[in-house]
C-alpha cells in the first residue's frame, strides 16, 4: 500500500481509511475493486457484503484508533494479546468440530489413544491433538495473566477480578471438553446430550471472552463498572448480554446439525427443517435465525443509546462499532445459509459473532463504567447529562 512512507506513525496506521474510501488506481483495477474475481458464480451476488464489511471497518477504524493512543502498558498489551490467541484457539476448536475430527484421541483425555504424544497419527488425530496443545497453552498464558495482575494491580484493582475470573472460566472450559470426549459427544453422535453440553460449551467460551476482554480493558485504563444507579440502559445491556449468550447456544446447535445433517440444496434444507419427521437437530436450526435477528436488533437499538446517553469518545466508538460488526453478521448468517454452511463460513460467522460479544462487552463496559449522565427524556428517569460530562 503505498503513501504511507514520511508519515507518523499514526498517520501511516489509519492512513488506509481514506484509502478504502477512496484507493488508489492500481487498487480499483485490481481483483478486490471494481470486480471482485470468486471461485463460484454464485457468490457474485453477495458482492454488496464486500463492500458493507470495508464500510464496517472504516467505522471499526475510530475504536482502534481510541485504542492505538492509549498508553498500554505492558501488561495490557499481554492481556489483549492472551485475548487475540484465545479467539485463535476458539475457531481451531470450531474447525475440528466441523471437520469431524472431535474423535481423533478417542475416548482419552489428557492422553491422546492413550500415548501422550501420538505416533503417525492419522489426519483427524493430528487435528484434535494440535487443539490439545492450543488449549493447553492458553491455559499456560492465562496463568501469566493471573500471575501478572496480582503482582501488577492493587488489592481490590478490577484487573486482579478478572484475571481470576478468566481462569476459572478457562478452567471449566478444559472440564467440559474432556466430559465431551470421555462421554463420546463427538464426531458423529447427534444425541440431545451432545446439544446441551454443546450449548454450555458456547456459553462458557463467550463468558471466559468476557472476563479476558474486561481484563484487558481494565488493565488499559477503563474504568471499573458501576453498576447502581445506571437506569434503563443498564437494564438494556443486561438483556442484550444474556439474548446474546442464547444466540450463541442457539448457534451451536444450530452448528451441529449442519455438521452432522448437511443439506443438498437451500430448498431441501428449507423443507427438512419444517419436517415433523426430521431430526430435532434439524428441526432446531430455525430457531437460530429468528433468535438472532431479533436479538440483533435488540442490540443495535441498546448500542444507539449507548452512543446517546453516554456521549463519551470510548461508549460512543464502541457503540457504532457495535452496530456495525452486528449488521454484518447478519449479512454474513445470510450468506452462510444460502451456501449451505460450508466449513470456512461456520469459522467466518463464529469469528463474527465473538468479535460481536467482544464489542457488546466492552461497549457495556465503558457505558457502564462511565458516571450516569444522559440525554434521556425526564420520563425515563434518567438523570441529566452535567456541562463538559
Known amino acids: 500500500m503505498g503513501g504511507l512512507e514520511g508519515r507518523r506513525p499514526s498517520e501511516n496506521l489509519f492512513f488506509w481509511r481514506s484509502w478504502a474510501a477512496k484507493p488508489p488506481t492500481s487498487a480499483r483495477n485490481g481483483c478486490l475493486w471494481g470486480r471482485l ?6 457468490l457474485r451476488k453477495f458482492y454488496i457484503i464486500y463492500h458493507y464489511l470495508v464500510l464496517l471497518c472504516t467505522r471499526c477504524s475510530y475504536v482502534l484508533e481510541s485504542w492505538y493512543f492509549m498508553k498500554l502498558g505492558r501488561f ?39 500415548e501422550v504424544i501420538p505416533l503417525a497419527p492419522p489426519v483427524a488425530t493430528l487435528i484434535e491433538f494440535s487443539h490439545r496443545l492450543t488449549t493447553g497453552l492458553a491455559g499456560l498464558l492465562v496463568i501469566g495473566l493471573v500471575v501478572g495482575a496480582f503482582r501488577a494491580f492493587p488489592r481490590g484493582n478490577p484487573v486482579r477480578l478478572g484475571a481470576a475470573m478468566s481462569l476459572a472460566f478457562i478452567l471449566i472450559e478444559g472440564m467440559v471438553g474432556a466430559l465431551q470426549v470421555w462421554l463420546g459427544l463427538t464426531a458423529d453422535n447427534a444425541s440431545v446430550g451432545r446439544a446441551v453440553v454443546g450449548s454450555i460449551h458456547l456459553a462458557n467460551t463467550f463468558l471466559m471472552l468476557a472476563a479476558m476482554t474486561l481484563t484487558a480493558w481494565w488493565a488499559s485504563g477503563g474504568p471499573p463498572l458501576q453498576l447502581r444507579r445506571q437506569g434503563l ?25 449442519d455438521t452432522l445433517f448437511p443439506s443438498e440444496s437451500l430448498a431441501g ?8 419427521g426430521a431430526h430435532f437437530l434439524i428441526q432446531l436450526r430455525v430457531i437460530h435465525p429468528i433468535l438472532a435477528v431479533l436479538v440483533g436488533v435488540y442490540s443495535m437499538i441498546v448500542g444507539w443509546l449507548a452512543a446517546t446517553w453516554r456521549p463519551s469518545v470510548a461508549t460512543r466508538r464502541l457503540a457504532w462499532a457495535l452496530i456495525g460488526l452486528f449488521g454484518a453478521q447478519l449479512l454474513i ?3 452462510n445459509v444460502a451456501l449451505l454452511a460450508p466449513i470456512f463460513m461456520q469459522i467466518i460467522h463464529l469469528f463474527m459473532a465473538d468479535l460481536v460479544w467482544v464489542a457488546l462487552v466492552l461497549a457495556a463496559a465503558a457505558a457502564l463504567g462511565a458516571p450516569a449522565t444522559t440525554r434521556a427524556p425526564a420520563a425515563l428517569a434518567e438523570p441529566a447529562l452535567r456541562p463538559g460530562g
Request: aromatic share 12%; with cysteine.
Open 76 to 114: 495490557a498489551i499481554y492481556a489483549w494479546a492472551v485475548l487475540a490467541y484465545n479467539l485463535l484457539v476458539i475457531l481451531w476448536g470450531a474447525y475440528v468440530r466441523a471437520s469431524g475430527s472431535g474423535a481423533g484421541c478417542g475416548s482419552h483425555w489428557p492422553l491422546c489413544n492413550g
Open 269 to 276: 434444507g428449507l423443507q427438512a427443517d419444517f419436517s415433523a
Open 233 to 257: 440502559l443498564g437494564w438494556a445491556f443486561a438483556v442484550g448480554l444474556l439474548g446474546v449468550l442464547l444466540v450463541g447456544a442457539s448457534g451451536a446447535i444450530t452448528a451441529l446439525g
Open 37 to 42: 474475481h470468486l471461485p463460484h458464480a454464485p
Open 333 to 335: 448468517g445470510v450468506l
